[in-house]
């Protein structure tokens, strides 16, 4: 069956919204007149109509009406459509694949003929294609000789990714990937989805390899990141068959040195069928860029490096600014940890000019317009590097938005999930629903056999499910186990226009029963972590001046670690100087609009923590987070073993938040006794535990939610 352009996006609006969509909206986005989108309905509402599926048109708008099991089946049929043109954005997407992958110049002509339009039309798209085109890359238009694309081959490579994951995204991906999808897909589907980017059985070859790492390294990698690596790494082993090589790859850090990089070259010597030693350094150098920026991290792994470190604090800097600008608190923790998670391979990419594909921009820009402009505005005026696009904003916005979203709804809903990849995935989907969704308070995983039961038991309004249910009689929402940003969104917009609120609540008696002997022990034992931490931490505290005037940076450290000996008379000074400073390491940075610089170091020579302050009698100048000079006449060390429970990172991390965007605590430092600036931290971490205690008590008391 064909289906006109125009038609194709009319029904990709109305797959993707769960509300009424306007008809002038419509219009608009496609630079018709409404009356063309009044006349395509009819073609629309004919191809819907084999799938039981029908149009309700009301006041200007028009919504898709049928069960969410019928929109499914609709969603995959959608998927194979056959059409008899372009779009234009369509046509600039061949376009630009087009020049991606030859060398030579391409005549006006010739794409003229191949798309079926005139040689306007073709000048016409490439206009269109410089506009969206990074100001680094240009269509470079020479009379006689055709047009052709100028960039360096790593620009070239980051838009073939994108141009990848845009007619490819994700969930389409791991769908491709399941064994039992394979005869799904037919190879003309798959060949146009590609577009001829990557050979369909190289695609294979690339992921069978990832998918053996990561078999051999389980919980390195999410799935988004590792369907990632596939697509980088196939692209990267395509361009060197077609004998494109990145030579030299430029980094502000030496990655030579990093795990990652031996792997990246052991990677593309089994693919690549080579030795080790002939895959070249600029080629190894570019694929533990990816590697690295793939690795997951929370809250709770800070702590390892420098740039972890700086993270957190660029994290706090921003939540602290957007709370001003708001007027009102927000859910810290929950923030930090999204955003700690998000904003480490986002300044990686910054750093190096890689860019990314956000399937949501236009929603995000249109659902969260104010949000969107200030966090731009906030992220722009803390962060000193490269100027961040649109795409990793839009990413940092729904984190907030989220949170909001949390605080302004008051409504309570329930909710089934339905998984048949194992506990661990299950609990990860409803772990990742909780963080996402936090309207669903009241969220169960069940079998595929408990599940007619448990409906006709209790009521419940929403149910997510990863395997296709078939022919039932209620509505669900199929999703992909890793749970997609577009389909959080869907759930998201779905509970925000339910009408009714799920407030039935267990009693206490009954809350308490359910906790059993282990649990208990395991709770109370994490207290005992807790408290054990930050008992060692104020026994080993310790606010100081440095009376001595010392010359570099690295005679200042080692002044500081000799008085360490005062608390631990076993402690090596020189190995922990070499730690913090030696062999070109460099585990300190100044915070800024502060004087403060900070230290920090986790070493198997360490066997307790230790948090100590230091005043300097004359100032000095360390390296601030955005690469400038920072004059600093205060020192923070924050030390901590090499194999160290999560609890006591976590404890640190708190420690080294407080100095941010903190002017009680610089005014302290500045003009208080040493007494009392004791006083201070042993207040701050007595209430760190404090609250600890109540959160963790919360979530006692709701654990009858998630079985």
Not at 161 to 175: A, R
Not at 234 to 250: D, M, N, P, S, W
Not at 470 to 477: A, I, L, P, Q, S
Not at 553 to 575: F, S
């Amino acid at each position: 069956m064909y289906l006109s352009a125009r038609a194709r996006l009319i029904l990709e609006q109305l797959l993707i919204s769960q509300l009424p969509v306007s008809i002038k909206k419509v219009s608009e986005e496609l630079n018709v007149s409404e009356r063309t989108i009044r006349r395509d309905m009819k073609e629309v509402e004919d191809t819907l109509l084999a799938y039981d599926l029908k149009i309700k048109k009301e006041q200007g708008k028009i919504i898709l009406i049928g069960t969410e099991k019928e929109k499914q089946n609709f969603r995959w049929y959608f998927m194979d459509l056959s059409y008899n043109e372009y779009s234009p954005e369509e046509r600039q997407q061949k376009i630009l694949k087009a020049l991606l992958k030859e060398d030579g110049g391409l005549k006006l002509v010739g794409l003229a003929n191949d798309l079926n339009v005139t040689v306007s039309t073709i000048s016409n798209d490439l206009t269109k294609l410089e506009e969206w085109l990074p100001d680094s890359v240009q269509v470079e238009r020479r009379r006689g000789l055709g047009v052709f694309l100028k960039g360096s081959e790593t620009q070239k490579r980051n838009l073939m990714s994108e141009v990848f994951t845009q007619q490819f995204p994700n969930y389409q991906l791991l769908k491709f990937f399941q064994e039992k999808s394979r005869s799904e897909l037919t190879s003309e589907w798959m060949e146009d989805r590609l577009l001829n980017l990557v050979d369909e059985s190289l695609l294979w070859k690339v992921e069978g390899k990832i998918r053996e790492w990561r078999e051999e390294n389980p919980n390195v990698v999410s799935d988004e990141a590792y369907l990632n690596l596939v697509v980088h790494i196939a692209i990267v082993v395509e361009r060197i068959l077609e004998g494109h090589f990145v030579q030299a790859y430029r980094s502000d850090e030496s990655l030579e040195d990093y795990p990652e990089f031996q792997l990246a070259k052991q990677l593309l010597a089994e693919i690549l069928e080579m030795e080790e030693e002939a895959v070249p350094d600029g080629e190894a150098t570019y694929v533990t860029l990816y590697l690295r920026g793939a690795k997951p991290r929370t809250a709770d792994e800070q702590f390892i490096e420098n740039e972890d470190m700086q993270v957190v604090i660029l994290a706090n800097k921003i939540i602290n600014q957007v709370e001003k600008e708001l007027g009102q608190n927000l859910p810290k923790d929950q923030l930090l940890k999204g955003l700690v998670s998000h904003l480490k391979p986002t300044l990686r990419r910054l750093k190096q000019g890689m860019r990314i594909y956000n399937p949501l921009l236009e929603s995000i820009k249109n659902d969260y317009s104010e949000l969107f402009t200030m966090i731009r505005r906030i992220f722009d005026q803390i962060y000193k590097g490269a100027i961040a696009p649109d795409e990793e904003i839009g990413y940092l916005v729904l984190h907030f938005g989220s949170v909001i979203l949390q605080l302004e709804s008051e409504n309570e809903f329930s909710g089934l999930v339905v998984c048949a990849s194992g506990i661990g995935t299950s609990r990860m989907l409803v772990t990742r629903l909780h963080q996402r969704v936090p309207q669903l308070k009241h969220l169960n995983t069940v079998s595929l056999f408990e599940l007619p039961r448990t409906i006709a038991e209790k009521k419940v309004d929403i149910i997510i499910s990863t395997i296709d249910l078939g022919n039932v009689d209620f509505e669900y929402f199929l999703v992909s186990p890793i749970l997609t940003e577009q389909e959080l969104a869907q759930i998201e917009m779905f509970l925000r226009n339910k009408g009714t609120t799920y407030q039935k609540r267990i009693p206490k008696e009954e809350q308490k029963s359910q906790l059993t002997l282990l649990e208990a022990s395991n709770y109370l034992e994490e207290q005992q972590i807790y408290s054990g931490v930050v008992l060692s931490i104020l026994k080993n505290f310790k606010y100081g001046k440095l009376a001595e005037q010392v010359g570099t940076i690295e005679d200042v450290i080692r002044a500081i670690c000799t008085q360490l000996l005062e608390k631990d008379p076993e402690i090596e000074v020189e190995i922990l100087v070499n730690a913090l400073y030696g062999e070109g390491k460099w585990s300190g940075f100044g915070i800024p609009d502060t004087k403060i610089g900070m230290f920090h170091a986790r070493d198997e020579s360490i066997k307790q923590p230790f948090f100590q302050l230091f005043s300097l009698e004359q100032p000095i100048l360390i390296k601030s987070m955005d690469d400038s000079k920072l004059l600093v006449d205060k020192l923070v060390l924050l030390l901590a073993p090499e194999k160290f429970s999560q609890q006591g990172l976590e404890v640190l991390s708190f420690i080294s938040a407080n100095f941010v965007d903190n002017e009680e605590l610089c005014h302290l430092l500045e003009y208080s006794s040493v007494d009392e600036v004791s006083s201070y931290f042993v207040e701050q971490l007595l209430h760190y535990l404090d609250d600890r205690r109540k959160k963790d008590d919360c979530v006692k008391e709701r654990r009858y939610c998630v079985e």
